[in-house]
């Protein structure tokens, strides 16, 4: 089984953990968008403690990558993934996270 595939499917049972329905093809999608870095431990999460790194998921993410228009939209749907995925879960995947915007702000269409 290659790493890739392994990485999805922790998602795939991470989510089923938090009983998050998920489209398998889009997870997948998101996925691979991340590149290499679902690879490195630091760097495959997302800490909702950290400030800086919420503000680059808005910038970099919603705002370049899926073409959102800053606004407070956009922070209440990063503090709702948050809590959506658990202040104790300290799996807070980063394709996860993303499949969970990408879902919230109806972007599918771009992982197509």
Known sequence: MSKFVEAV???????????????????????????????????S?????????????????????????????LDAAIKEVCEQLGSANRNKYRAMFYYLLVKKFGKEGMYK
């Open 9 to 43: 499917d922790t998602y795939k049972s991470e989510m089923d953990k938090l009983g998050i329905k998920y489209d398998a093809t889009l997870l997948t999608a998101v996925t691979k968008g991340l590149g290499p870095s679902i690879y490195r431990a630091d760097a």
């Open 45 to 73: 999460k997302v800490s909702c403690s950290d400030n800086d790194e919420l503000a680059r998921v808005k910038t970099n993410f919603l705002i370049k990558k899926l073409g959102l228009k800053d606004d407070a939209k």
